[in-house]
Nanobody
């Protein structure tokens, strides 16, 4: 079983930056592709970004392309999301996940990001 814990959320002004992290434990981290979804109040969960087990394949949701960068460290068992030029519409709870073939998908408990002046 994989245990995921997010950190780094908070309040940031429009145009600002924030870095959130997800730390994994309990399984072989390199077995899992990792990524982030987000969910704003009253909206469906939205794909944000994903990174392959090796870190060489990256994917982003259309709404964050060019502003967000995902990365992973297979030594520290972490996956980070660097967010730039944040806007109020980026306000959401951000969830880390891990997925691997023939294995369950695991989710963290979420970290709140609020973009407001």
């Amino acid at each position: 079983q994989v245990h995921l814990v997010e950190s780094g959320g908070g309040l940031v002004q429009p145009g600002g930056s924030l870095r959130i992290s997800c730390t994994a434990s309990g399984a072989t981290f390199r077995d899992y592709a990792m990524g982030w979804f987000r969910q704003a109040p009253g909206k469906e969960r939205e794909f944000v970004a994903a990174v392959s087990w090796s870190g060489t394949s990256l994917n982003y949701g259309d709404s964050v392309k060019g502003r967000f960068t995902i990365s992973r460290d297979n030594v520290k068992n972490t996956v980070d999301l660097q967010m730039e030029n944040l806007q109020p519409e980026d306000t959401a709870v951000y969830y880390c996940y891990g997925s691997a073939p023939l294995k369950p998908t695991y989710w963290g408990q979420g970290t709140q990001v609020i973009v407001s002046s």
